[in-house]
């Protein structure tokens, strides 16, 4: 069995994109590189796209504290396998969005979320399988990735003009502040923010 993704985008994702931009497709300290671009990814949109467990047929349990409302606000959640609150087995619940993957709230039918009582979900969280993340994320990821391993010179082919100064390659940035590709993958992964 192969070891579990633990990037958004994979080694051979990432090669593939860096191939079509004339970048070097192996770059030293690539893993690393990947892995940074994930956390800030996840960061950033306030999220862990990668499923946890990594394996597909084990669950986790989590803990969430009862707010006194219908619907309590959960972790992604690609596949729930039960809830408790205080002890006792919930039934009485509906996964929202309805019909979609992740789950997002749990909205109780007959009851509320008992204020301050300790709420258990066990199932397998995240936001998609790494091979069903969407384009745009695994993208953003080799993006950001690049910025960790290449010099300013190879950025010539992704239209960010760069000047050498000595032996550091400095990368010209917009009025921001920001460094336009990190701007442009973080535009990228923007649609996907959580915003609850």
């Not at 019909?99 to 258990?120: C, H, K, M, Q, S």
């Not at 384009?135 to 910025?147: D, I, Q």
Request: net charge negative; glycine share 8%.
């Amino acid at each position: 069995m192969p070891d579990p993704i633990t990037t958004l985008a994979s080694t051979a994702q990432y090669a593939a994109w860096a191939a079509m931009y004339g970048l070097a497709t192996a770059p030293t300290g690539m893993a690393l590189a990947l892995a940074q671009a994930t956390a800030e990814l996840q960061g950033f949109c306030g999220r862990d796209f990668l499923p946890s467990p990594a394996a597909v047929n084990t669950t986790e349990a989590r803990q969430y504290l009862g707010n006194g409302a219908a619907v309590l606000v959960i972790d992604d959640c690609l596949t729930l396998t039960s809830i408790t609150c205080a002890g006792a087995p919930v039934t009485d619940h509906q996964k929202e969005p309805l019909g979609e993957t992740p789950t997002t709230r749990l909205r109780r039918t007959d009851y509320t979320w008992t204020e301050g009582a300790v709420i258990i979900v066990t199932g397998r969280f995240g936001y998609a399988e790494q091979a069903a993340l969407p384009a745009a994320v695994v993208e953003a990821c080799c993006m950001l990735a690049a910025l960790r391993c290449n010099d300013g010179a190879s950025w010539a082919h992704l239209g960010v003009k760069s000047v050498q100064a000595g032996s550091l390659a400095r990368v010209d940035y917009d009025n921001s502040g920001q460094d336009p590709k990190r701007a442009a993958a973080l535009a990228l992964a923007r649609p996907y923010r959580r915003n609850f």
